[in-house]
Every structure is written in structure tokens, then in C-alpha cells.
């Protein structure tokens, strides 16, 4: 079933009536570079509009630039949990059942899914896609039995995962997948469009960065000790347009490749995607571009120090079969009018 009637989306595009339920900030319903529309359960959907990304300071990938997204779409307000993953592939990854208890990055239903590598994160949100009626985005190519090329977006026709070929996002359809860095910035941003300091998800100011964040400081068993572990998601104030864990927890992946095309410049982009060098981001050829191995995570960690969970902070590049107890996902959806 689709979360909202044609007449509740209707009249709520039409009035652009940005509000926050369930948020914290009085003052998150109305942005200059767009804003909430309506929040549904775990979802928040966002609203096009345009913002600063980047920034002067800390590891801000590329210089400031305007970028323009013109799809309106949701985002989760919570980072994909263990639970949520099992219910959807039947199981945790091989590495996270093997850690159990003794997993960093935490285990339990509540905790965010950790140890788990891109491949895993297309699967699920295809599966999950597919188990809630959207259109599923994710397309797999792969040679079959007979040696003829196929694609196909249903996970149960896919080969193992080594015998992937090229993988294309259809943005226009209405499923799950993994966000853009830039649809991931204008989420974590939330309306704050500064550039010369150094922002986090809810906050601007290190003082008050661990009420929004589990990150190095907060993170640990003791004041001094270095053995910092996930938490729990939700646990931490969420930024002004709902949503939590922003900044820390686990990192989260995104899209895009590791290659710059697309940020490193001062000129305004629309829709931007770090993906192949036409531009289109719409694949990745895991079999012969081997230029193409690494994945931006965006958010920092529960590990991480403090320019690490900054908003505009994007430098880890993490190969697709990472198995990383501090990397997670969170997932998103285009908005689709009916």
C-alpha cells in the first residue's frame, strides 16, 4: 500500500506546507532551500530545492557549490537496523552473525546493521522494494547459463554476487536505494546552508554535538578509554527536519563512486551523482572497472573525532565488500505522483 493518498500529496505539493512532526526544532518548518513536507511513520519526505554543499573547513569534499535536486523523495529517519535487514534478506551477514555480541558496531534488533557491504545493501533494498509493492531501482546485469547478457531487477534471478556485472539505479522509480552524497548532505544539513564553519546534523557547535551524535567522546565506556561502540538508533536528539544519526552511529554509504567529477568545481549542478565520466552515475561495471572499487560513506561514526561527523564531511571511500563493523546504510525513496 502507498504511504499517502493522491489527495493528501496533492493538496500538500501544492501548499508546500513544510512542517516537522515529531521534530525538534520550532524553526524547521520553512527553509529557503526546501523543507519537510509530511513526515509518515519512519519517513520524512523532502521536499526539491537547492543549498550550499560543501564547505570551507573540515574534510568537505570538493569546494562550495550550489547543487539543485529536483525530485522530491524520502529519506528514513533511522539508519537500517539488524532487525529490519533479517526481516527482509532472513538473516544478518555471515560476518555480523560471527562477531554477534562481540560486533563494534553493536548487535541486537535496535542496533543500526553493520558489517554488511554494498552488494548486501542493493539486494535489500530491492527485496524490500519489491515486499512493500514499489517499483524496485536497482538493475543487475549478469551472464546466464546459456552465456546471453540479462538484466534483471528481482534478487531471487541474480547470480552470486561475484558474478555481477553492471548495476543501474532507475531514478524515477519509487522503491528503496541508497542516497546520493548530495541527497544525503541536503538531508543531513536540514535547512543550514552555512559554509564557513564547520556544521553538524542538529547543531553547529561542538559543545552540543554529543546530544545529536555517538561519536568518539560520547561513545566510549569510560571517560579516556578508547573502545568507543555502536549504540542503539534514535538514541540521540534528531536534526530539524527529524531525522537521527545524521552525525555518527555508523557511517553511512552512499551512491556515489569515489571518482570527483561531479564536485570538484564551483559551478552549480543539478541532481549530481559521482558515478561514471559521462556523468550519468547510473552504473558501475564491478567486473572491469576496477578504477571505479570504492563507495562514499558519509556521517562519521561512533569512532570518529569530531571533523568526521561534520555534514559536509565525506573523505572515507569504502571498497563494495567491505565488512566494516562502524559501516551501515540508511535508505531512501523517490517520490513517484500517482
Keep these: ?11 500538500s505539493l501544492m501548499s508546500l506546507a513544510f512542517f516537522t512532526a515529531g521534530c525538534d526544532s520550532e524553526d524547521s518548518s520553512e527553509s529557503s532551500s526546501g523543507g519537510v513536507i509530511a513526515k509518515d511513520g519512519d519517513f520524512v519526505l523532502l521536499s526539491s530545492g537547492s543549498f550550499n554543499m560543501g564547505s570551507t573547513k573540515g574534510s568537505a569534499r570538493g569546494p562550495v557549490h550550489q547543487v539543485t535536486l529536483t525530485r522530491n523523495f524520502y529519506v528514513c529517519d533511522h539508519e537500517v537496523t539488524q532487525k529490519e535487514f533479517k526481516e527482509i534478506m532472513g538473516s544478518l551477514t555471515s560476518k555480523l552473525e560471527e562477531l554477534g ?10 542496533y543500526a546493521m ?17 515486499s512493500e509493492s514499489f517499483t524496485p531501482c536497482y538493475s543487475v546485469s549478469f551472464t546466464d547459463d546459456s552465456e546471453n547478457e540479462v ?6 534471478e541474480w547470480p552470486s554476487y561475484s558474478e555481477w556485472g553492471t548495476v543501474k539505479c532507475n531514478w524515477d522509480a519509487d522503491g528503496y536505494r541508497l542516497p546520493t552524497s548530495a541527497e544525503w548532505e541536503y538531508a543531513a544539513r536540514a535547512g543550514d546552508d552555512t559554509t564557513d564553519v564547520l556544521s553538524y546534523s542538529g547543531t553547529s557547535d561542538l559543545d552540543e554535538l554529543s546530544e545529536y551524535a555517538w561519536w568518539g567522546e560520547n561513545a566510549c565506556s569510560a571517560e579516556g578509554a578508547y573502545d568507543a561502540s555502536g549504540k542503539e538508533v534514535k538514541t540521540r536528539k534528531a536534526n530539524a527536519w527529524g531525522l537521527y544519526d545524521m552525525s555518527g552511529n555508523v557511517r553511512e554509504r552512499c551512491w556515489d563512486l569515489m571518482t570527483g567529477w561531479g564536485y570538484d568545481s564551483e559551478e552549480a549542478v543539478t541532481d549530481p551523482v ?53 559501516d551501515g546504510f540508511r535508505v531512501v525513496r523517490t517520490y513517484v505522483a500517482e
Aim: net charge negative.
Design 1 to 11: 500500500m502507498k504511504r499517502f493518498s493522491k489527495l493528501l500529496m496533492a493538496a
Design 101 to 110: 555480541e562481540e560486533s563494534e558496531g553493536g548487535y541486537g534488533d535496535d
Design 114 to 130: 553493520n558489517c554488511v557491504h554494498w552488494y548486501h545493501e542493493v539486494e535489500y533494498c530491492n527485496r524490500r522494494s519489491i
Design 151 to 156: 538484466t534483471s531487477t528481482d534478487p531471487d
Design 274 to 326: 559521482n558515478g561514471d565520466e559521462e556523468g550519468e552515475g547510473y552504473s558501475v561495471d564491478i567486473r572491469t572497472n576496477s578504477d571505479y572499487c570504492s563507495t562514499l560513506m558519509r556521517g562519521g561514526a561512533y569512532n570518529d573525532y569530531s571533523g568526521s561527523q561534520a555534514a559536509t564531511a565525506d573523505y572515507f571511500y569504502q571498497p563494495f565488500a567491505s565488512w566494516l563493523e562502524w
